[in-house]
């Protein structure tokens, strides 16, 4: 690693607007604010889109299913694997009188009963019995199945969509972003950890929050600024940035070492095995090697990393780092409300010590995205004052204007496909 | 607080922390943290840090999974020192400056072992 010329890198200025082939004008903030664009992105970006749910991992047998909320619509669907081994989809909504079927999160039910009146169905759908049929007017038990949801899966990662004919599939979507991430190991990824928040901010402001490092310096001083920023790159500028379709990946910049304060005892007693820095493996040297070599993990080959951020359109984002992989998602909830989800994964641990650096990790990213709750709520009161109707971006902030770019080409798109071209 | 002994015996002095910060979730010793005073965060670091070198011996005699409730509750306090480090630490007061508390943030799914 050449501290030197990296240090040379960020002296002049970066080019990443234009090299994306986005203009560089201020941009607009009403669809930060509007009750109109919400229900416009409701309907022609949230209920059109492929959406992210979860992995193949958290469901390994005959039927274990998860349960997950699409927002904005609230839509509740279930997950399940079948006896045939398949991944299924379903609207979770009985055909009786309507009753959510399945309860909880996560589970395993190879018969799913809905609790209303014990009406059955098989884990592939198929309605099986009727408690005292004989008092109904000859149903068509065939034609009374759970609703199938579309689903496809990529790499691992289950996504849904809410079309009842997606228009497009989810490789189709994906377009040139699934060659560039194609075989990236995804390790320990059966047990996520999982935070959620409610956040008083639209969901676009809580993503631009994580898709750009240019504020870190300011809002996470304490926590992880040192990770992000230093002498060399005051600002946290991008290392790289490009655009897939309507995805996007921008790569950051990281200082290669963290010392260690020997003031800080509870520090020091986690990493006393000589490892620096602040970092969890989520696999063995062996496994994380091979991630770490993957060619769209620090794609720049940088000895000055910290993270990528790959951000699946409209509301995902699955970053890499020097220790594994997350998953950041943003919901929205109402036009200036958000549910705010990160899932993290990390493999059992072997030991005290190991667990206590997993405690440490799990503690610090509940430190940050309390620093990030508390700024995206006072930037949505900005927001929605009207004093401003645009905001100005600059180099490092390219992700949020293509962000933007896109949503209000998907909103205007007559077809998926148009939106896509 | 009952009578009986909820550590092992050698680490019988850190029993009046077991009430406060050795609960046995994530969620719970976070709550410990903020809840409390610089004051009481500092005293129980103190006097875990003092021991913890010998806690993670003490566990790591057992496997994670199989440890004794004893062990399981210093394991718990152990995993305190990491919610004692975000105040000392990091903010050098209970919580990051301009956060609220309570606050949105849920853990909805923890770490397998005493998360």
């Known amino acids: 690693m050449n501290i030197t010329a990296s240090a040379r890198a960020f002296e002049g200025k970066t080019a990443f607007t234009e090299a994306c082939g986005l ?19 409701r309907v022609q970006v949230f209920e059109r889109a492929w959406l992210l749910v979860g992995r193949e991992e958290e469901i390994p047998a005959y039927g274990d299913y998860f349960s997950t909320e699409l927002l904005p619509g609230g839509v509740s669907a279930i997950l399940n694997r079948g006896k045939d081994g398949r991944i299924r989809a379903f609207y979770n909504t009985c055909s009786h009188r309507g009753s959510q079927v399945l309860d909880g999160p ?133 290392l790289d940035a490009r655009t897939f379709g309507p ?9 290669p070492t963290m010392p ?22 989520a696999g063995t040297s062996s496994q994380m090697a091979e991630f770490l070599d993957h060619p769209a993990v620090n794609p720049t080959r940088a000895g000055c990393w910290s993270m990528d951020v790959n951000n699946l359109f409209p509301n995902t984002q699955i970053d890499f780092g020097p220790g594994g992989f997350w998953v950041h998602q943003f919901w929205p909830l109402t036009p200036t409300t958000s549910r705010y989800e990160v899932r993290f994964y990390v493999p059992d641990a072997l030991n005290a010590r190991q667990r206590l650096q997993q405690e440490l990790y799990v503690a610090r990213v509940i430190e940050v995205v309390l620093e990030d709750l508390a700024n995206v709520a006072r930037t949505q009161r900005g927001i929605n004052s009207s004093g401003k109707d645009e905001m100005q971006l600059q180099d490092s902030e390219v992700g949020i204007r293509h962000s933007v770019e896109q949503l209000l080409k998907w909103v205007e798109a007559e077809t998926v496909t148009e939106a896509l071209a | ?40 965060i500092r005293v129980f670091y103190e006097a875990m840090c003092a021991r913890a070198e010998e806690a993670i011996g003490y566990v790591d005699r057992f ?53």
């Open chain 1, 247 to 255: 995805h996007r990946t921008v790569s950051m910049y990281g200082n």
């Open chain 1, 23 to 41: 203009g560089t004008g201020p941009v607009p903030l009403e669809p930060y604010r509007s009750p109109e664009f919400f229900e416009r992105e």
């Open chain 1, 106 to 238: 996560t589970g395993n039910a190879r018969r799913i009963v809905c609790p209303y009146h014990n009406w059955t169905y098989a884990a592939d759908g198929d309605l099986i019995s009727i408690p005292d049929e004989a008092s109904f007017f000859a149903v068509d038990k065939k034609r009374c199945g759970l609703t199938q949801m579309a689903t496809e899966t990529w790499e691992g990662w289950i996504f849904v969509n809410l079309q009842r004919q997606p228009e497009v599939d989810l490789r189709t979507f994906l377009g040139d972003f699934a060659d560039r991430l194609a075989g990236v190991p995804y390790v320990a990824a059966d047990k996520p950890i999982v935070l959620k928040a409610d956040l008083d901010a639209n969901w676009k402001v809580v993503q631009d929050a994580f898709i750009e490092s240019y504020h870190i310096p300011a809002i996470h001083k304490k926590t992880i600024a040192q990770t992000f920023s230093s002498s060399e790159n005051r600002f946290a500028r991008l």
């Open chain 2, 1 to 40: 607080m009952s009578g009986a002994a909820r550590l092992p015996q050698a680490f019988a002095e850190l029993e009046p922390f077991v009430d406060s910060w050795g609960s046995h979730t994530t969620a719970g010793r976070l709550a410990a943290r903020c809840e409390r005073s610089m004051d009481e």
């Open chain 2, 63 to 115: 496997g994670l999974d199989d440890l004794p409730d004893d062990a399981r509750n210093l394991m718990a306090l152990v995993l305190g020192l990491a919610q004692a480090h975000v105040a000392i630490e990091i903010h050098g007061q209970p919580r990051a400056p301009g956060t609220p508390w309570p606050n949105s943030i849920r853990i909805a799914r923890g770490l397998p072992f005493l998360g």
């Open chain 1, 260 to 281: 260690l304060d020997e003031r800080n005892k509870v520090e020091m007693l986690a990493y006393a095995s000589g490892d620096t820095g602040s970092l969890i493996a």
